[in-house]
C-alpha cells in the first residue's frame, strides 16, 4: 500500500464518520425535539458524544501528523478509531425505537454496531503485526481480510430482536463468547508491542503498548458506562492513551 493510497483510505474513513456525526447530530435534535428521553439513555446519549468528539478529532489529528510517512501502526489505529464511530449508530436506534421501529432496521442498526467493533479489535491485532515484522506491502491485505472477517462475523452472529441489552442494542447472541475473544485478539494486539519491546529494550514501545492499553479500556469503559463519571475517566484515558501512542510512535518513525 503506498502512501498516497493509505491516505485516500484514511480520507475515505474521514468522510464515513462525518456521515455517521451528521446521523448522530439528527438523531439527536429528534430525540430532544420530540420525545422526552429517560435518564439512562440521555445518560448513554451524553457519552456518545463525547466518544465521536474525541474520535473524530483524534482521527483528523493523527491523519495530518502521519500523512507523509510510512506508519502501519497509526493507519490501523485510526481504523480503530474510526471504528470507534459506529457506536454512535446507538442515537438513530434510540430514535426508531421512540418512534416505534420495524425491528428489521432495529437489526440492521446493530449488526452495523457490531461490525465497527469487530473491525476496531482486528485493527488492534492487526496493527500489533507490524513491530514483529509484518510486512509493509502487504498492509491492504491486512486491512481488507480485517474488513471482510468483521463484515462476516456481524453479519453471522443471531440478533434477539424482542430484546434490548444494557449497552442500547438489540441481545447479540453468543455475547460471552465472542466477548473473550474481544479480550484475547485485544490482548494480544498490546502484548505483541510489549514482546517487541522487550527483544529490542524499547522504552518507545512499551510505552506505546501502555498507550494502546489505556485506549482499549477506555474504548470498554465508555462502551458499557452507565454512570457519567465512568464515562468521563473513560475520555480521559483515551485522550491520554491516544496522545501516548501517537507521540511515542511519531519518535519511533519519525525521529522527532
Request: proline share 2%; with cysteine; aromatic share 14%.
Amino acid at each position: 500500500m503506498t502512501i498516497h493510497t493509505r491516505n485516500k483510505t484514511i480520507l475515505g474513513g474521514i468522510f464515513l464518520t462525518a456521515l455517521l456525526l451528521a446521523a448522530f447530530a439528527a438523531s439527536m435534535i429528534l430525540i430532544f425535539g420530540r420525545f422526552d428521553p429517560a435518564g439512562e439513555a440521555v445518560l448513554m446519549l451524553v457519552s456518545l458524544a463525547m466518544e465521536l468528539v474525541y474520535a473524530v478529532a483524534a482521527i483528523v489529528v493523527l491523519y495530518f501528523s502521519f500523512r507523509k510517512t510510512r506508519s502501519p501502526e497509526i493507519f490501523f489505529f485510526i481504523i480503530f478509531l474510526i471504528s470507534m464511530c459506529f457506536n454512535s449508530l446507538k442515537a438513530p436506534f434510540v430514535l426508531l425505537d421512540a418512534i416505534g421501529m420495524a425491528p428489521y432496521y432495529g437489526v440492521l442498526l446493530t449488526r452495523a454496531e457490531y461490525f465497527g467493533r469487530f473491525l476496531g479489535t482486528l485493527a488492534i491485532l492487526t496493527s500489533g503485526l507490524f513491530p514483529l515484522g509484518a510486512e509493509y506491502q502487504r498492509m491492504e491485505i491486512y486491512f481488507g481480510v480485517s474488513f471482510l472477517l468483521a463484515f462476516a462475523l456481524s453479519a453471522a452472529i443471531t440478533v434477539d430482536m424482542t430484546e434490548i441489552g444494557p449497552v442500547m442494542l438489540f441481545e447479540m447472541g453468543h455475547s460471552r463468547e465472542l466477548g473473550i475473544i474481544n479480550v484475547i485478539f485485544l490482548f494480544f494486539g498490546v502484548f505483541n508491542y510489549v514482546l517487541y519491546a522487550i527483544q529490542n529494550s524499547s522504552r518507545d514501545h512499551f510505552l506505546i503498548a501502555a498507550g494502546l492499553a489505556l485506549v482499549i479500556v477506555g474504548r470498554e469503559m465508555i462502551y458499557h458506562s452507565q454512570h457519567l463519571v465512568f464515562s468521563v475517566i473513560a475520555l480521559v484515558l483515551l485522550v491520554a492513551g491516544t496522545v501516548l501512542f501517537g507521540e511515542r510512535t511519531h519518535s519511533v518513525h519519525l525521529w522527532a
